[in-house]
């Protein structure tokens, strides 16, 4: 059942904004993370040096390829072999990625060349004001390579839509664009480019303009950019909405709320680190939208690494001591939940059909696309239970397919016992997504609760081992 909304879900629903505001890409997401976690005094790390310094109520984070970031608390009252208890979600979310030659000109137009990421609804991405954002290589004036961030504010690219009267049956057949002939963004008109006073059109990978618009962001010369990867973002912000400011409007819902609540519950849970016995883990990875199969997904062994390398050095040689530790471990695997659509009702089933406001969301499904077991909904909602937070339950129809998350690919290879939860939410993969603030309240308040509860909970619950297993 919905709870009303309260002044601090508004407070969180305007912090949530700014986080994603600044996170237009994945890159962004992770630097964003990092600030809050540098500010609250973690400490980075590196996965190509020792970690021996590791100790009970330490705080610590690392980040891979800048796109996968994995923080971690060490509760003051750690012993060899106790669990870690994660808050797993993806700092990705669908759009349009630039190829790697981007140059491209159709019948006069100076066009970017791209390629759909995940299943983006491609249509909500034409008549919008768009630009670009990422990660550019730069080369410096030693010879040296290094990496910035950048995004362009104002509107560079456009979709165009083809109008109505040239195509009179849109309405009756539907909107499929070709991805590879009818959706390459608008860059410029080639006459204008080659008339203006601005850099010479070149035969190189990518539009000289685009270049020259990248560097003037990044205070560097066009020559200096040696390679980059670009994502197509929207320039519109995110905004409180509704008659009483009940919904939050902004790109990337999925996955970037569970995201910053997940950060912003461990940073807030470190005030009860001292009574801790287990590690509090953070894991925030990449490319989840396309399968998680690469060394930042889920799929890849960062998680695996932090793991047998936390639990070795703080175990001091204690047998077992990584394996004991994956035993007792559990995973919130938080990624947001299909709201039931006021217009289109008849797509969930009716007795698994959260709204908006309803509170967080168990996903169930037998066939493994969510790990979601009884005995790990049962520990989770105890949680939620104990923190005052409204659940609801999520399973997909019968005769529908259903989404996957980075739950049952952690449970499978790590032997984790999962639980797949989430915000529920309208406009899934749009460019514009929609949730409730009461949702982000509710989110935070059982993701805190978790961080501070689980592992005493998971104790006194008895099951066939130490722990409900």
């Known amino acids: 059942m919905a709870s009303a909304r309260s002044p601090r879900d508004d407070e969180l629903a305007d912090d949530l904004l700014e986080y994603i505001n600044d996170s237009d890409t994945q890159f962004h997401a992770v630097e964003q993370a990092k600030a809050r976690l540098d500010a609250a005094g973690y400490m980075r790390l590196s996965e190509r040096q020792s970690w ?12 891979r390829n800048d796109s996968t970031l ?10 060899p072999g106790n669990g870690f208890y994660i808050l797993g979600a993806h700092t990705d979310s669908p759009c349009f990625k630039l190829k790697p030659v981007s140059k491209c000109t159709k019948s006069g137009y100076a066009m970017v060349n791209v ?15 768009l630009s670009v954002a990422g990660r550019v290589l730069i080369r410096t004036e030693e010879g040296s390579m290094q990496h910035k961030l950048v995004k362009v504010p104002k509107p560079i690219l456009r979709i165009p839509m083809l109008a109505i009267h040239l195509q009179r049956d849109i309405n009756s ?13 608008l860059l410029a008109l080639q006459a204008a480019l080659q008339d203006s006073e601005g850099p010479a059109v070149s035969e190189g990978r990518h539009h000289p303009w685009l270049l020259h618009i990248l560097a003037k962001e990044l205070s560097v010369k066009p020559d200096d950019i040696v390679d980059f990867d670009l994502n197509v ?9 509704g008659a009483e400011g009940a919904f939050v409007f902004v790109g990337r819902l999925d996955n970037l709320c569970s995201s910053y609540l997940g950060l912003r519950a461990l940073l807030d849970s470190d005030v009860s ?53 994956l035993q007792a471990s559990f995973l919130l695997s938080a990624d947001m939940a299909h709201a039931l659509h006021p ?37 989770f909602r105890e949680v939620c239970r104990k923190a005052g937070v409204p ?33 529920p939410q309208l406009s899934m993969h749009s460019i514009r997504e929609m949730c409730a603030v009461a949702d982000v309240g509710h989110g935070y308040r059982a993701f805190l609760a978790f961080y501070q509860t689980v592992s005493a909970l998971d104790a006194a619950l008895e099951g066939a081992d130490a722990g409900l297993a």
């Not at 994995?70 to 012993?79: I, M, S």
């Not at 973002?233 to 909405?241: E, L, N, R, S, Y």
């Not at 883990?281 to 390398?309: C, H, K, M």
């Not at 339950?393 to 939860?421: E, N």
């Open 115 to 129: 390629e759909p990421y995940g299943g983006l609804l491609q249509h909500t991405w034409f008549d919008r004001d």
């Open 273 to 325: 680190l001292a009574s801790e016995a287990g590690v509090r883990v953070l894991a925030l990875f990449d490319n989840e939208e396309v399968g998680s199969a690469s060394a930042q997904g889920a799929a890849g062994p960062v998680l695996q690494d932090t793991i047998a390398r936390v639990a070795a050095v703080l175990g001091g040689g204690a047998e077992g001591a990584v394996q004991r530790a």
């Open 233 to 241: 973002i929207d320039t519109q912000a995110g905004v409180i909405g």
């Open 52 to 63: 021996d310094g590791l100790s009970p109520g330490g705080r610590y984070y690392f980040t």
């Open 173 to 185: 057949t539907g909107f499929n664009p070709n991805k590879q002939t009818e959706c390459t963004p």
């Open 70 to 79: 994995v923080a971690f608390a060490v509760g003051a009252r750690y012993e």
């Open 391 to 423: 659940t609801a339950d999520f399973a997909v129809r019968s005769d529908m397919g259903c989404g996957s998350t980075i739950g049952p690919i952690l449970a499978s290879g790590l032997g984790l016992r999962t639980v797949d939860v989430g915000l």
């Open 343 to 379: 217009n289109y009702p008849d797509r969930h089933d009716a007795a698994h059909a959260p709204r908006l406001g309803d509170g967080i969301v168990l996903k169930h499904n037998a066939n493994q696309r969510y790990a979601t077991t009884a005995v790990s909904a049962t520990l």
